[in-house]
């Protein structure tokens, strides 16, 4: 009795702590080991092929990025996409958003083709894309020729440009969905007195997107930049699957080489680099975001 | 201290249910063997499982010895099979391809065969090129699963509705013959390659290169394609022509692995191809296809129209270093690769006569059975010549290979559509070749 007398209750800061410790525990298992146990990886020379040559060899793997040329064009084409899919995407999701944002008959129905890509995995909606660019039975070529628009069937992913126009149409058609979905619900919290105010001010529709909408989705449209940039970064499966990185190198993205690098050649130390490249830079690319978009949407009704 | 799945889990306590959820959902920890029983645990790509399965149960019937078969998708094999000898729960015998050997035997993964019992009998009763294929170091790992060498195939049936009554001897030959049929109207193009980026090799240049008696490497494995040797620039620039101004080669081409290839030949939809000699039996199967019995093998057209070679490839069945059933293991590699007791080779026939897969055994061609149902896809005596002037590319040799093929096809596909020049191509490689070097010394 003495003793739980003289035993002093835990604080608020030691119970957090003790409650949190198991998801704490769980949480540095599954996802902090194994980020820094990869950067840890990326300073080794590190191929399964050459085991008796793994060794501790600094940042090298990182310092030979800057004459890789394999790597550099990977990155050239992967911020080509990523302006292109990114692009393609805001301005698409925003004409879906505002569409859908409006009541009419078939509202729902179009709801909910317009956020069925999503549901798709990317390796489906590679082989969904590379079957309808099929230069012998693919239904595009079917399509254009019954419009009289080709004489006869062409390869659309033959030519580099092509390949890379077409990958990234697939890559947006497939994510698209999830960019109207933030937006939608960004554009569902703006309140109607705003655009009743900027009616009777005699705003046209233009000033009351640009003045009105704008504005309260720039928040949401932060969220959409960022994780559409890390989703076109990291792009893999649809591209793998429609043209292999090719034609020649004219959609090897990073993340292609990475995994190629990792899963194929077998080199973990230099694909270890290659993701924690690819990681420093979406970073970099976030945070750049923020600094231009954040405090421009934070203002008060 | 290298940190392991068991280490962690003492290390952050998460008790017994873990480590034995986590091996129950696991492979064999040990290397092969490991039910104690002397199984042998045997892996392989996927091609026709049931067949394997169907002659491993012939020798556990006849050798009293149990194999576990784990066939995985081919995709897949050479990375699955890398991971488990890397981390423990590799099989005891296993497929090898001539393209992953240097490496697999620099990563320690495999035994010399070297001093066992019949290998110098194999060694000497199979075509050099497969030997040189199995031998890394001046030591063997292998006994012979299948060999093929690369051919030109082409339809009969339409050269001869466009008048032409002998297969091309040279490339220029080819492009003009395929014109030919081309302007006849009768195919749009002619010639079909499978140059899809996800192939793991294209034997088709190698069979062009080697074919016009060039090669990409010296003996020491120095890239030469940009200096001494000027037959890869000239194969591309041929390439690149048929491709791109005579219109030949189908543009599709770059979207084709050899399945759909092998589909457009079995359809009539090209009149040529480039590819593996057992592709015929089933081009010339009526069960299977509409171009059955129009199905010819020749020989590689080359530059200058002489006859000079073709490329090899030599797939093997090898042992792992650290198996624990040896004996039962190399008992099974006996049975599947070497001779048996009657001084057969009893698997590479069954796979002949079941499926038309190349062998490695000379002697298997003067066999009447063999002839007899070589005669229903293909010419013997053209079939035989293949097979005596194909040879393995010498840079299989290195551990470096597999990045250096990759790059390749890139660089093949920059010449097909036109976006690299052929000097600009073999440059590339060059440098390639270079680098990889550098990198792995």
Redesign the interface.
Known sequence: MVAFAERRPLGDNAKAWALNAPAI?VIA?LVA?PIG?SFYVSLQKNN?????AKRFIGFDNYKALLSD??FLSALKVSALFVLVVLGLTVVLALILALVLNERFRGRGLLLSLALLPWAMPGVVNGLMW?TIF???TGALNGLLQQLGLID?YH?W????TGAFLFTALAQVWNTLPFSVIILLAGLSTIPSELYDAATVDRAGAWRRFTEVTVPWLLHPLLIVLILETMNAFRAFDTI?VL????????T?TIALLDV?TV????DFGLGSAYAWVITAITLLISIGYIGLLYRKGNFEV | ME?TRRH?LKL?GLGLAGPALLSACSNDSSSGGGSGDGSVKFEGWDYEAALVQQNLDRFTKTSSVKVDYTPITSAQY??KV?AEF?GGGGPDALYVYDDSLA?WV???YLQPLDGMAGVDEVYNAIYPGNAQAMTYDGKRYGLPYYTDATCLTYNAGILAQAGISKPPASLEELEAQALKIKNAGLL?YPIGLPA???DTWWSWVWALLFGSGGNMFDDQQNPIMNTSDTVTKDVFAWLQQAATKSKVI???S??LLPV?VDN?MKANRYAYTIGARYASRDYNDPAKSKAAGKIRMGLVPSLDGKEHGTVSNTRMYGLAKDTEVKDNAFKLLTYLGGYDDQKQPYTAKFWFLQRGLGFAYKAMVNDPTITAALKKFADPKVYTHLAEIAKPRNVLGV?WY??FE??M???V??V??N??QPSAAVASLA?SAETLKKK?S
């Open positions: 525990v298992l080991y146990y399964l092929k050459r085991p008796r040329q394999a590379r099929d230069a012998k006869s390869a992913l033959t030519s580099g793998y043209t292999g990185g090719g034609p020649g190198d004219a090897t190629q899963l194929t050649f077998t | 940190l962690i952050t050479v990375q890398v890397t490496a620099e990563g320690d749009e899809q980026l996800s189908d543009p599709a770059l979207q759909p457009a551990p597999t990045e990759t790059e096809h890139k660089v596909q920059g097909l559509s976006q690299t440098q792995y």
